[in-house]
């Protein structure tokens, strides 16, 4: 038994393992991960984009950043699995999780000369350049270390992905990107073509995350596709098209991302078009692999609503106040009873956090049945943008992250002690 599922009983599984007998043995708050889960949305979404008759080589690139365990990370790279990158430090994370260097693509607006240098000595695949600037620092770094940059462009297709805005990146006023409306994008490829040590990989586009609607997707890679033909047709070597990441899941847990749908999609506009196609999926294969549990401390009744008063926090997961992001949120023992009392509404209730600010909230206005103190609630869909989006807000030490995988839980990243992060401070001004 695989994924998310309940018992007759009506007890949380992760993987066939009991999600209470977890909690208790390692504490709250606490991140759990099915391996399977990991294991098998990849595989589909890499059948789904190359079936073995495609058209074309495709490379799946994992986006490091969703949820860059180094477990996490080596179960991948050992499913075949590439790494995007946007930071020097997901570099050597995924190197050191034998993820091969020329399975790295490197993205991000803000790649600084060491990182350029340390991608170069490491010999990754691709780099994504996002703006004239950087591109002619990467020639520049290049030569100077007497190597051959492979970079592509990610290009700005001006397409709004209709997601929420922050994490939008794909219309034309955000920092994302070369604009592709007014030429420059062209221009600077032509540019790029030109250089003794850059060997063009071809463009690539990224409009968003968490897209529920594939229009958006083929808009944009429609006016990729007519930029790259262009350029071929000027004489420019274009070998690769980057299509990024982006799919959305849907985090009432009712149906898994229709990676098939999106596959369709890509065939549909890039078959026989001669360009290897290359993907950064993160969200849409992290997010529904793990779940945040938490510990119930009270039930309090405010002036206008009750809250359900919980041991994790906005630190924890900030999804829910940075982005008004929905996550479903349910207890892990939930039998026929407690069922029969959400449908009949039992408790409405914002389920909160002890940090001290409003907006520490991981859910409004639910519906829960009648829970007690002590109670484990679960955090659903929690497995991309959270546990590497923790932070020690309020002197908060991260939650430990437990990946399930044959029936074994294996704590990948201990819980931290408020000693850990006292010791990385330094105090000139303590009392001796
Ligand atoms: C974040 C990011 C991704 C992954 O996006 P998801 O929505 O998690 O699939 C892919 N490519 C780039 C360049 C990114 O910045």
């Known amino acids: 038994m695989t994924g998310f599922t309940r018992d007759e009983d ?27 889960g990991f294991l098998s949305h990849f595989s589909q979404f890499r059948q789904a984009v190359a079936p073995k008759d495609a ?48 399975h790295i693509v490197f ?5 600084s000369s060491d990182e350029i240098r340390a991608a170069l000595s490491a010999k990754i695949g691709q780099i994504n350049a996002e703006s004239p600037a950087e591109l002619h620092l990467i020639a520049d770094i290049a030569a100077d270390m007497g190597v051959i940059a492979p970079v592509a462009l990610r290009v700005n297709v001006n397409v709004d992905p209709g997601s929420h805005a922050k994490i939008s990146t794909g219309q034309r006023n955000t920092k994302f990107g070369i604009s592709t409306d007014d030429g420059e994008a062209e221009r600077l490829y032509h540019w790029l073509c030109a250089q003794d040590s850059i060997k063009p ?41 980057d299509l990024g990441g982006g799919l959305g899941v ?11 749908a999106y ?8 078959a026989n078009r001669g360009y290897d196609l290359g993907f950064e999926p993160g969200r849409s294969i992290a997010a529904d692999q793990g779940i945040l549990v938490v510990s119930t401390l009270y039930l309090k009744d405010g002036a206008d609503k009750q809250f359900v008063i919980v041991d994790g926090a906005m630190n924890d997961l900030i999804r829910p106040t940075l982005y008004e992001a929905y996550h479903k949120i349910e207890p892990v023992l939930m039998n026929g009873d407690m069922s029969q009392e959400i449908k009949s509404g039992q408790i409405t209730a914002d389920i909160v956090g002890p940090v001290c600010e409003t907006g520490d909230y991981l859910g409004q206005d639910r519906q829960l049945p009648s829970i007690t103190s002590g109670d484990y609630i679960a955090v659903r869909s929690a497995g991309a943008y959270g546990a590497v989006m923790m932070s020690n807000y309020n002197t908060r030490p991260e939650a430990a992250e437990i990946l399930v995988l ?19 401070e330094t105090n000139p001004f303590a009392a001796s």
């Open 10 to 36: 009506g007890r949380l599984l992760i993987d066939g393992l009991d999600v209470a007998e977890l909690a208790e043995s390692y504490g709250t708050p606490v991140y759990l991960y099915s391996g399977a």
């Open 55 to 102: 058209p074309y080589q495709t490379k799946v690139h994992y986006a490091v950043k969703a949820n860059s365990a180094l477990a996490i990370l080596s179960l991948l790279a050992q499913a075949g699995a590439g790494a995007d990158i946007v930071s020097g430090g997901e570099m050597q994370r995924a190197l050191q999780a034998g993820v091969a260097p020329d």
């Open 107 to 111: 993205s991000g607006v803000g790649k």
């Open 201 to 241: 990989c071809g463009l690539a586009v990224h409009i968003g995350s968490q897209l529920t609607k594939l229009a958006p997707f083929e808009t944009a890679y429609q006016a990729l596709l007519e930029l790259a033909d262009r350029l071929r047709e000027n004489g420019c070597d274009v070998p690769q098209l």
């Open 250 to 260: 849907d985090y009432n847990c009712e149906t898994t991302p229709d990676f098939d």
């Open 263 to 270: 596959g369709k999609m890509v065939a549909r506009i890039f």
């Open 406 to 424: 044959d029936g074994t839980a294996h704590v990948i990243r201990p819980r931290r002690t408020v000693a850990d992060l006292l010791a990385l």
